[in-house]
DNA sequence: ACAATATACAACCATATGGTTGTACGTGCT
DNA sequence: AGCACGTACAACCATATGGTTGTATATTGT
């Protein structure tokens, strides 16, 4: 599975400040997991009005982390994996970092003991 | 590698708060990769104040992701790796949740033809 | 045509954030 | 002892954030 990031600090900023907030969190997880929601039905689930869902929801889009399209008059909002993979990516890459700290010293060990010359 | 994520929300809101910020991405990179680094260190690296970098480290501390420790008068930044797996196990759990839609239709396909009754 | 629903968007407010400068304190070096 | 260095922390400022209410516009259903 490799994604590139292919993201600028800017972008990554937004992707991460998305996630950076509980309600947020849960829209991705909803809409991640399939629930075919518009914003209105969105809004219904969480205690706050209306509008308040409405900017969470454009701080999503912002992010790319889902996409709205017009279904009548409401605006169904949709996930969109590749972004969330993207963020997944960049935290594998830092945890890579460190473990590449050691793969030197693996390789040493894992290394079969040498014959005498 | 199994990591639970075992995290409160404020928490989470404050993991990827911390790394939506360039520079604090950046300095996670440096002690991941076992830059061993003073505050002030890290602080001759960016154009800003001294000041400003200690607040980013302090979010950083803050969110987990980094320690301090004295060392004579200065203190070194140390990288938290469980921390950064912790938020990456969380985005994969996302992502788990949007393959999952398509887990029971992989099912039938992958299941054999049946045989007629 | 009309009422109800879903959305968009502006204005407003309190608090958080990211930066600055200035001051105080502990540690190291000569 | 005295100075330089590294850190801590407070005060301050401009802007961003997360919420509210109110108003306008498009769509649906009767």
Redesign the interface.
């Known amino acids: 599975m490799v994604v590139r990031a292919d993201l600028t600090?800017?972008e990554?900023?937004?992707?991460?400040?998305a996630?950076?907030?509980?309600t947020r969190?849960d829209i991705?997880?909803r809409v991640?997991?399939?629930e075919e929601a518009s914003v209105s039905m969105l809004a219904g689930r969480y205690s706050m009005s209306f509008a308040a869902v409405q900017k969470h929801v454009a701080v999503l889009e912002e992010a790319g982390l889902v996409t709205k399209y017009p279904h009548g008059r409401e605006r169904i909002v949709r996930?969109n994996?590749q972004q969330?993979?993207r963020?997944?990516a960049?935290?594998?890459q830092?945890?890579q970092?460190?473990?590449?700290?050691f793969s030197q010293l693996d390789a040493v060990l894992a290394e079969p003991p040498r014959r005498k010359e």
Chains 1, 2 share one sequence.
């Open positions: 600090d800017y990554l900023d937004r992707l991460f400040h996630l950076a907030d509980t969190r991705v997880a991640m997991a399939g996930g994996p969330l993979a963020a997944s960049l935290l594998h830092l945890e970092l460190w473990s590449a700290r």
